[in-house]
């Protein structure tokens, strides 16, 4: 995975040295003072590196969060059982709503049809027995019909 390491002669490593730019006064800072529980100093940890190179430093280690509070596991069943009921409530309440709106509606009908049989027939009654009174034309009262030849006297 890692190529070879090859050893160079220290004539060959080309060597690039920095040198560090002091800051002035006024940037510097003191660094605040953390106290140190005594035997909390992490331990020195060295890595090879492919090419050779050695790093030396702190190994660190993170802080691991609080584990979650398990939450418990819930069937498909359940869920499904759960939204069948709830669609099961929703159809319910759709089909009581239309029946009363049903009954409703057929009551309001059949008083309509009642009403208007109790105003037609009114009229019919006021026409068939109407007012007491004549309205005009010949009043003829017979009293003793009789018949002579075909003929009608009166």
């Known amino acids: 995975m890692y190529p070879e390491h090859v050893h160079h002669a220290p004539a060959e490593r080309a060597v690039t040295a920095y040198q560090p730019t002091p800051l002035p006064p006024a940037a510097v800072h003191?660094?605040?003072v953390v106290p140190v529980q005594p035997g909390t100093v992490p331990a020195v940890a060295s890595i090879v590196l492919p090419d050779g190179r050695i790093?030396?430093?702190?190994?660190?280690d993170h802080p691991q969060p609080a584990p979650l509070a398990a939450k418990p596991a819930v069937s498909r069943t359940a869920v499904n059982v759960a939204l069948g009921g709830v669609g099961f409530l929703a159809v319910c309440g759709g089909l009581l709503l239309l029946t009363s709106f049903i009954?409703?509606?057929t009551a309001f009908i059949g008083q309509l049809i009642t009403l208007a049989a109790v105003i037609f027939g009114g009229w019919i009654a006021v026409q068939v027995l109407g007012a007491g009174g004549h309205k005009g034309g010949t009043t003829v009262n017979i009293r003793r019909a009789v018949f002579k030849r075909n003929h009608f006297h009166g």
Do not use: K, Q, S
């Open 55 to 60: 790093v030396t430093g702190y190994a660190i």
């Open 103 to 105: 009954a409703a509606l």
């Open 30 to 32: 003191p660094a605040p």
